[in-house]
């Protein structure tokens, strides 16, 4: 039987509110969701892509426009 380690780092947990879709996003930076969906593929804006959805950290989001990164680990 395998065991299921777990993580060492610690996250804090996420809302609703940290979570963006393309939408979420598009609005925030006042950007046609074409464009936000665009910068995504390209790896401007960091997202994920879940299926067909992608989905964004608002933080990650946030320091991605301010120029630097985010390390989620440390909270």
Do not use: C, N, Q
Request: glycine share 6%; aromatic share 4%; proline share 5%.
């Amino acid at each position: 039987m395998s065991t299921i380690r777990k993580s060492t780092a610690t996250h804090p947990p996420l809302t609703r509110d940290d979570v963006l879709d393309g939408r979420d996003v598009a609005e925030l930076l006042h950007l046609p969701i074409s464009t936000v969906l665009e910068y995504a593929r390209r790896g401007l804006l960091p997202g994920r892509k879940l299926g067909r959805r992608w989905i964004f950290l608002r933080d990650e989001v946030e320091a991605a426009v301010r120029g630097r990164s985010v390390d989620r680990s440390r909270a």
